[in-house]
């Protein structure tokens, strides 16, 4: 069973940051937390990931608490094209990379 | 970032006929794949796990030989549906990555079985 809890859906205005919540309330000390999303009808696309520390690529920022038990996922300006289920998922370091996924959000982004 | 390809993007068969669809790394190779399968609405499920040169390992409840996957070489893993049936119709889609890289996902492969 997936080990993330997110809420299922959420809406977000065109142009607004989107700011997608997870909890990872049995996250052990060597896991990292990723995030992809998928488009309707496509594969899960990588998005960002981290151990500890906040990230941030040219897709988007990730916010993780100190106690890890929680991660923040944020799209700066939201497009119509982020619409997406956003997955997030607790990896070991070194692991064979099969990904257990969630029930994700569904983010809609309203125009 | 890395590119994987999965081919066809879609198929109708008929029930009883079997239904290929192959995944490929197009700049890396991969060791080891993973093939999910996902129902409308629902998230993808892990079926199997694909190693170049040896048996696949498959998930509990998952038929090995219903779903037949050969790994015959480091850039193409096949997935091979056989005697489909219409509750086989569903979104398949496969993923590869490279040594403790993040996993590269395929496009995915909608199969209808009528």
């Known amino acids: 069973d997936a080990k993330t809890t997110q809420p299922p859906s959420m809406d977000c205005a065109e142009g607004r940051a989107a700011n997608l919540p997870c909890n990872h309330s049995?996250?052990?000390?060597?896991?990292?937390v990723y995030w992809y999303r998928q488009i309707h009808s496509q594969g899960p696309q990588y998005i960002i990931h981290?151990?500890?520390n906040n990230e941030t690529n040219e897709m988007a920022s990730l916010i993780i608490t100190e106690d890890r038990k929680s991660s923040t996922l944020i799209l700066p300006h939201a497009t119509l094209r982020d619409t997406a289920v956003y997955y997030c998922i607790d990896l070991s370091a070194g692991s064979a990379r099969q990904l257990t996924f969630g029930s994700g959000t569904q983010l809609t982004v309203l125009p | 970032g890395a590119v994987v390809s999965q081919h066809p993007s879609r198929v109708i068969c008929k029930s009883g006929t079997s239904v290929k669809i192959e995944c490929r790394s197009l700049?890396?190779?991969?060791?080891?794949m993973f093939w999910y399968r996902q129902f409308p609405k629902k998230s993808l499920m892990l079926m199997a796990t694909s190693n170049e040169g040896s048996k696949a390992t498959y998930e509990q409840g998952v038929e090995k030989d219903k779903f037949l996957i050969n790994h015959a070489s480091l850039t193409l893993s096949t997935l091979t549906v056989t005697s489909a049936h219409p509750e086989d119709s569903s979104f398949y889609i496969c993923?590869?990555?490279?040594?403790?890289?993040?996993?590269?996902f395929g496009q995915g492969t909608r199969l209808t079985v009528v």
């Open positions: 700049d890396f190779q991969a060791t080891t």
């Open positions: 981290g151990l500890k």
């Open positions: 993923s590869a990555s490279l040594m403790n890289t993040e996993a590269f």
């Open positions: 049995t996250i052990s000390g060597n896991e990292y």
